[in-house]
Structure formats: C-alpha cells, structure tokens
C-alpha cells in the first residue's frame, strides 16, 4: 500500500519552456502532498507544502510564481516550473501523506534537465 | 524548533559486516521518527516508523532501528549488511512539521 506515482520520471526540454510534472497517491487519499527539490549529493530542499483545495505554502526563497503547485484532489498535485532555465535543472521529487503525523511516501523522481 | 543531524556521512562496510547509521534529533517532547532509503536516482522508501511503544522497531530489508530517549536518538541497525544495501540513508522527525536530516551515504565493499 501507499504507493505515489511520479511522472515523467525524465524530462529534457529548452530553455523558456514550461514543465509540469505530476504526483498521484494511487491507494490512499493525501491531505497533504510535499515537493521537494534535490541537487546531487544532497538532502531534501522543500519547497512548498500543499493540501487539497488550498493555495500551496511556500519555503522562504521558493519563487511561487516560477514553481506554481496545484493540489486540486486528495490524489493529485502538480508541479509546474514555468519558463525554465539551466538553473531549474534538478531534481524534483514529491511526497504524499495521509494525514497527521503519518509517513511521507515518495514518488521516484523526476529529473529536469533544461538545454 | 526542531532539528535531525546524522553525523556520518559516508559510511563504507564490508558486505556481510554489521551496520549502524546514527540519528539525533532536538525537539521539545517525543517526535515521530522515520527512517527512508534513496537509490540513486530514484525516490526515498520508508524502511520504519517510530510513533510510540516498544522503542525498538522492525523495518523492511531486515532493518531495526532503536529510539533512546535519554540520547535523543534513533540510529538504525543491519545484522549483516547486503551489497544491494548501498544507497543513501535519511532519518527524518515528524513533531510541528517533517524534518529530514542531511543524509548517511552507506557504500559496502565486497
């Protein structure tokens, strides 16, 4: 069970591009989806945190209106990176939880290379 | 506010060896407690949860781990370590919001 789908797991696009990747809990509601923003060797930046039918909070120094977040069901989210560039290269990764203080579960990625 | 160190961040064993990867965490009363897995290149796995009672969980792939409150710790532990075991470790608390600590990456030497 708790099983988050991530799609794509892969994305090559050009600079000025938008790009929407998106998050599905496939077995379980999510109250609260998390995306996360990961560069090599490292831990976890979070970016914003959303819940279902609300405007997505955003960390200090996350650009809402580059990283714009929809979490319009209990289990879908999306994450769009508008007009990307090289520096958007990254990988992105995004979480769901049911509720409380319940476990995060992971989607596998997406990896965002911008040309 | 709340805070997780692992103070390891590369930890080489021999596969077959013992492994333990540590975890401290601040927070004013009794967090909740994970332990995740990353492959490279891929998403974090759940290994195991600590919310209450017995302080010491089994997790997925033979893994336990063991909350000390009086350590402020939650390190976890493999028997006997397997060459799939390679990967990256982060321990995260759960108390006002999720923490994720900055990661133990584990290689194991055959």
């Known amino acids: 069970g708790a099983v988050v789908s991530q799609h794509p797991s892969w994305v090559i696009c050009k600079s000025g591009t938008s790009v929407k990747i998106e998050c599905r809990s496939l077995d379980f509601q999510a109250t609260t989806m998390f995306w996360y923003r990961q560069f090599p060797k490292q831990s976890l930046m979070l970016m914003a945190t959303?819940?279902?039918?609300?405007?997505?909070?955003?960390e200090q120094g996350v650009e809402k209106d580059k990283f714009l977040i929809n979490h319009a069901s209990l289990t879908l989210s999306t994450l769009t990176v508008t007009s990307a560039h090289p520096e958007d290269s990254s990988f992105y990764i995004c979480?769901?939880?049911?509720?409380?203080?319940?476990?995060?579960?992971f989607g596998d990625g997406t990896r965002l290379s911008i040309l | 506010a709340q805070s997780v160190t692992q103070p390891d961040i590369h930890i080489t064993v021999s596969e077959g060896a013992s492994l333990e990867l540590r975890c401290n965490y601040s927070y004013g009363a009794t967090p909740y407690l994970f332990w995740y897995v990353q492959s490279p290149g891929q998403g974090l796995q759940l290994l195991l949860k600590y919310f209450s009672g017995d302080t010491l969980v089994q997790g997925i792939k033979g893994f336990e781990a063991e909350f000390k409150r009086s350590q402020s710790s939650f390190n976890l532990r493999k028997p006997s370590v397997h060459w799939s075991d390679a990967a990256e470790y982060f321990c995260a608390v759960y108390g006002q919001n999720f923490v994720f600590g900055p990661g133990t990456r584990l290689s194991v030497l055959p």
């Open positions: 959303s819940n279902e039918g609300s405007k997505a909070t955003y």
């Open positions: 979480s769901a939880q049911g509720g409380g203080h319940q476990p995060q579960h």
